[in-house]
């Protein structure tokens, strides 16, 4: 399951740091700022696959939301993304498992798969 949302582009777009919030990532990806292996995609569940690159339009590498997260690193970004900030892009590399996404609460996928098992 964590595999499945690590993998979506909204996440990845979020976890490269190029942007501050996973919502301004949704906003990004629905205007059509985003690049996945050079093709605009505008769809932010769309699911990354390993050896995909995602990248900012070069138009875009300029917008408010994205100068703001590139200047000053928000967060670190997880080892199964290796990120070029330089190049405002980054390759996902491996789906990652439940220890390595960063979460800032610790996570029990369990509980939630028994909540919506009833």
Do not use: W
């Amino acid at each position: 399951m964590v595999g499945l949302l690590e993998r979506r582009l909204d996440a990845v777009v979020y976890r490269l740091n190029l942007v501050p919030t996973i919502f301004a990532s949704r906003q990004l990806i629905n205007h059509g700022h985003v690049r996945v292996n050079g093709k605009r995609v505008n769809i932010r569940s769309f699911m990354c696959s390993i050896g995909d690159v995602v990248s900012i339009r070069d138009s875009s590498k300029e917008h408010p939301l994205v100068v703001e997260a590139t200047q000053g690193l928000l967060r670190e970004v997880p080892d199964y993304i290796s990120a070029n900030l330089e190049k405002f892009e980054g390759t996902f590399n491996r789906i990652p498992i439940l220890s390595d996404v960063p979460y800032p609460v610790e996570m029990e996928p369990n509980l939630v798969v028994e909540y919506y098992s009833r």
